[in-house]
C-alpha cells in the first residue's frame, strides 16, 4: 500500500495535464463546463442535446454532434474523462489538432450515431437515447487496437489465440455487464466505426493536408494557439517548436515520433 501512495505523484498529473494538445484540453474542459451547466433547473440539457432516435429531424441534426459531450452525473462525466484523455491526446499528437477537430466535430461523431439510428430507429423500432463520450472512448479504443493488430494479429489465453481487433468488443461486453445503463449498441457501433478507420478505409473523410497547411500558415495558429500540434509533425515537431541551436551543442532537442499514415489525401 505505501508503494502505491509513493507512486501517486500529484506533480507527474499536473505536468500531464499542462502538457495535453489544445483540442484534448478544449474538449475535456467542455465536458466538465457543460455538465456544470447542466446542474441548473431551467434548462435540460440531456434532453436537448441526447441523441434520441424519435427525435431526429431535419431541425434537431445537431443532435449527432452534442451527445458524446453531455453526461448524465459527475461520476459519469469523470470516468470518460479519465478514459478519453490519453487516447485523445494521442490521436491529436498523430495527427494534429485542425485534423482531429475536422475529424471528431464530423464523422467520428455522426458515423457511429448514424448507425445507431438505423439500427435501433430502423430496425429494432427502439427509442433508447444515448450521451456520454463512451463513443469516442470505444473509436479510439479501436483505432488503437488495430494498430497493435498489424504487429501482433493475435494474443493468446491458455491455448486459445484470440484476435487482436476483438480486444474493444470484448471491452464492450465487460463494460455492459459491469455498468448498468450502458448502451451495447452503441459503444458497438463506436466499435465498428472504429475498426474500419483503423483499417483506413475513411482517410477520404479527412480534409486535405495542403488546405490544412494553408490554414495554419494563413491564421498562424502555431503561433497564436499554446500547444497546438501542426498537421505535419515531421516538419514542426509536437507543438509546432522547431529544433534550436542547442542541438548543435550537443543537446539534443525532445522529439515526438508520430504515425507515418496520413488521414487526408
Not at 65 to 94: D, G, K, M, Q, S
Not at 138 to 147: D, G, N, Q, S, V
Not at 189 to 209: D, N, Q, R, T
Request: a positive charge; one cysteine or more.
Amino acid at each position: 500500500m505505501a508503494t502505491s501512495f509513493a507512486q501517486f505523484n500529484p506533480t507527474r498529473i499536473r505536468s500531464y495535464v499542462f502538457r495535453l494538445p489544445f483540442f484534448t484540453r478544449v474538449v475535456l474542459l467542455g465536458i466538465i463546463i457543460i455538465w456544470i451547466s447542466g446542474l441548473q433547473g431551467i434548462w435540460n440539457i440531456e434532453q436537448w442535446g441526447a441523441l434520441i432516435p424519435d427525435e431526429i429531424n431535419l431541425g434537431s441534426l445537431y443532435r449527432l454532434n452534442t451527445y458524446p459531450v453531455i453526461h448524465v452525473h459527475l461520476v459519469h462525466a469523470l470516468f470518460n474523462i479519465l478514459a478519453l484523455a490519453p487516447l485523445l491526446e494521442r490521436f491529436e499528437a498523430e495527427h494534429g489538432t485542425l485534423v482531429t477537430l475536422a475529424m471528431f466535430a464530423g464523422p467520428l461523431s455522426t458515423l457511429p450515431a448514424g448507425l445507431y439510428l438505423l439500427i435501433e430507429r430502423g430496425i429494432w423500432r427502439g427509442n433508447n437515447p444515448i450521451l456520454g463520450s463512451g463513443t469516442w472512448v470505444f473509436e479510439l479504443l479501436a483505432i488503437e487496437t488495430m494498430k497493435t493488430y498489424r504487429a501482433n494479429p493475435y494474443f493468446s489465453v491458455g491455448p486459445y489465440k484470440i484476435p487482436t481487433w476483438s480486444t474493444p468488443i470484448i471491452a464492450t461486453l465487460f463494460v455492459s455487464f459491469l455498468i448498468p445503463n450502458t448502451s451495447l449498441l452503441a459503444h458497438l457501433c463506436s466499435v465498428a466505426v472504429g475498426i474500419v478507420f483503423g483499417m483506413g478505409y475513411l482517410k477520404f473523410l479527412a480534409p486535405p493536408e495542403k488546405v490544412l497547411r494553408w490554414v495554419e500558415g494563413k491564421m498562424d495558429l502555431l503561433g497564436r494557439i499554446p500547444h497546438y500540434v501542426s498537421v505535419d509533425q515531421k516538419t514542426y515537431g509536437r507543438y509546432g517548436v522547431l529544433p534550436t541551436s542547442n542541438a548543435a551543442e550537443g543537446v539534443t532537442p525532445a522529439t515526438y515520433t508520430a504515425s507515418t499514415q496520413r488521414l487526408g489525401p
